[in-house]
């Protein structure tokens, strides 16, 4: 595919500043495409419009329509024609506009995307990046405000992750992009105005390692894109009552860097997981499994799970009933250290 416009020169001098989420993704972005005439951008409305949340506003004006690509409404059609493209040496970044909107899409991405290079025996490559803003709390429509991280997590050939702020916002997108196999690039739509510092100088984490966000000692805390902001809220709040809870970010859902939640609970011996997802057979229910295999005789309490509930997602009026707060976090840390 030829492109329609040079690149600009490249972006000022790397610095730390501070960026909402949303923006932080377009300077990625943006960076990428500086770094490398391949990558692509494709989806519904990402050119002229700038996308739904902006996220790559002003990217088709300076690299032309040929690599910010305005899609027909047809998320089928577009992760297909993203797969063809990697084949021919492309890195596209693909946008679904809203999660619930990727399930026309759910074929091309199970069944050709995720499983070509074990077909292949390695021989081929599908460096593509979906981006799905994903979760709740912005008070949207029906199909506009799903958890289906988990869905794609239990694929094999599927890497997914979610970044919980700017900084990894920036850097876990270029990663993503980097990588040779497809990336499932989860954004918490409801933290995409939270500004946050971005070192652009940074050496970052490894994709898929996970962070502690916060230090404590009586009980772990785990969650992953807009649930950690709620549970570093719920330990500044465990903490005036004289509870000190350590926050883990997991940043990747698939894989997941078991290793440093195991140092965690080690050292709390209790671990609540927190998710949007609902909790039946969802990614707090591998983590539990897991964690009671490695940790068994360090754990003082059972791994608890906070999530939504096993129905579909509600009306707006209704999700603040549906979505964990920091009173279900809370009550779930007083049962674990109950025990």
Known sequence: MATTAAAPARSEATKTKKLPLAKAINESLRTAMENDPKVLIMGEDVGKLGGVFRVTDGLQKDFGEGRVIDTP????????????????????VVEIQFDGFVFPAYDQIVTQLAKMHARALGK??????????????????????????????????????????????YWMM????????????????????DKGEVDTTAIPAPLHSASVARRGTAATLAAYGPMVKVC???????????NSLEVVDLRSMSPIDFDTLQRSVEKTGRL????????????????????????????EAPVLRVG?????????????????????????????LAY
Request: glycine share 8%.
């Open 73 to 92: 409404l047809a998320e089928s059609g577009i992760v297909g024609t993203a797969i063809g493209l990697a084949l021919r040496g492309y890195r596209p």
């Open 232 to 242: 570093l809220e719920a330990a500044a709040a465990a903490e005036e009552e004289g």
């Open 272 to 299: 609540v997981v927190v998710h949007e997802a609902p909790v039946f057979l969802g990614t707090g229910a591998e983590i539990a499994a897991r964690i009671t295999e490695r940790c068994f005789y360090h754990l």
């Open 308 to 336: 939504g509930f096993h129905a579909p997602y509600p009306p707006a009026r209704l999700e603040d009933e549906y979505l964990p707060n920091l009173d279900r976090v809370l009550d779930a840390v007083d049962r674990a």
């Open 124 to 169: 081929i490559k599908l460096p593509v990046v979906i981006r799905i803003p994903y979760a709740g709390g912005i008070g949207a429509v029906e199909h506009h405000s799903e958890s289906p991280e988990a869905l794609f997590a239990h694929v094999a050939g599927l890497k997914c992750v979610s970044p919980s702020n700017s900084s990894d916002a």
């Open 174 to 193: 270029q990663q993503a992009i980097e990588s040779d196999d497809p990336v499932i690039f989860f954004e918490p739509k409801r933290r995409y105005w």
